[in-house]
């Protein structure tokens, strides 16, 4: 695949045979479930500063196990409606779907068994927990289709892949308040913002075959509508973390997360598809210098106050 590492581990162990349902998994572009995971990983460690108990690790193991699953039965459920669409895209093209190396039915089987492995996490969580997972299969359901209707289907992808930063708190609480849901907008913001810039690299084929986006909308205003949000992104981290008494350790970490933001916005615009992937792919870098900062806090309260 054109956006793939040819020096992946995950491909250099895969027999010939399991190849194109690693592939429909995105389990060689491991950034999909990473970005779905920060938020999760995010909220587990705010929850740990207001607690003032650190993170949860089990929780912590818990949603990296969901998030890679979930991610790949996201991608094999967008890949099954998307096939014809991403037959006229370059990049996408050569996908197991459009090339004809998986059938409609054997992808939609092993859809099915991703997504018994996150129903299996998913149980391991209290009930509050567990239903507000669950209201989130709506978002997931009708996000594919929305880049035929509207030029914001980053927002509906938002929504979704934000997710987590409720479930996170409530895995701990067993319900919300103001703290997680700033952080979900927090992470609502970051997500627009990032995959604004994964669209740019498609935005000539995407306007040929009729595929909307914020990349198309905001055109050569890319950089203001990226650092727009981006600005949401670092507000809103900055409002959850004084809602869930956070101390200076993770204000450092929001400060070089903030940094980290800054630094994607100045080589955004004009990037090329490669640059702006590379840019994309950066994301987990960010997600994570925020979660280390909190997550540290929390340790550290927990050990030293």
């Known amino acids: 695949m054109p956006d793939a590492r040819p020096t992946s581990l995950v491909l250099r162990l895969t027999p010939p045979a399991a190849l194109p349902f690693v592939q429909l998994a995105r389990l060689d572009r491991p950034i999909g479930w990473q970005l779905l995971l920060a938020p999760c990983w995010q909220s587990v460690a705010l929850a740990g500063v207001a607690s003032r108990s650190g993170p949860n690790v089990a929780h912590l193991a818990l949603f990296l196990i969901g998030a890679i699953a979930m991610r790949g039965a996201g991608s094999t459920y967008n890949d099954i409606l998307d096939r014809k ?19 409609v039915r054997a992808a939609a089987i092993f859809l099915v068994f991703q997504a018994l492995v996150g129903l299996a996490v998913l149980l391991c969580f209290n009930r509050f927990a567990i239903v507000l997972s669950l209201g989130s299969l709506a978002i997931v359901a009708v996000y594919p289709l929305m880049k035929r209707v509207t030029a914001w289907p980053q927002a509906v992808l938002g929504l979704a892949f934000s997710w987590g930063a409720l479930v996170g708190w409530a895995a701990l609480y067993g319900d919300l308040s103001a703290p997680a849901y700033l952080l979900y907008a927090s992470a609502f913001c970051w997500t627009i913002g990032y995959d604004t810039i994964y669209a740019l690299q498609d935005a000539r084929d995407d306007a040929v075959v009729g595929i909307k986006s914020t990349a198309r909308l905001f055109g050569a205003k890319v950089r203001f509508g990226v650092g727009l949000f981006y600005f949401g992104a670092a507000l809103f981290a900055e409002a959850a973390l004084l809602a869930g008494g956070g101390r200076f350790i993770a204000q450092i970490g929001l400060c070089c997360y903030c940094l980290h933001l800054v630094w994607q916005l100045r080589r955004v615009e004009g990037a090329t598809p490669q640059g702006a992937g590379d840019l994309f792919r950066s994301n987990w870098n960010a997600g994570l210098i925020l979660f280390v900062g909190f997550a540290l806090d929390g340790w550290t309260t927990r050990f030293l106050f």
């Open 85 to 103: 669409l991403d037959a006229g895209v370059e990049r996408t093209r050569g996908r197991p779907l459009p090339s004809g190396r998986v059938s």
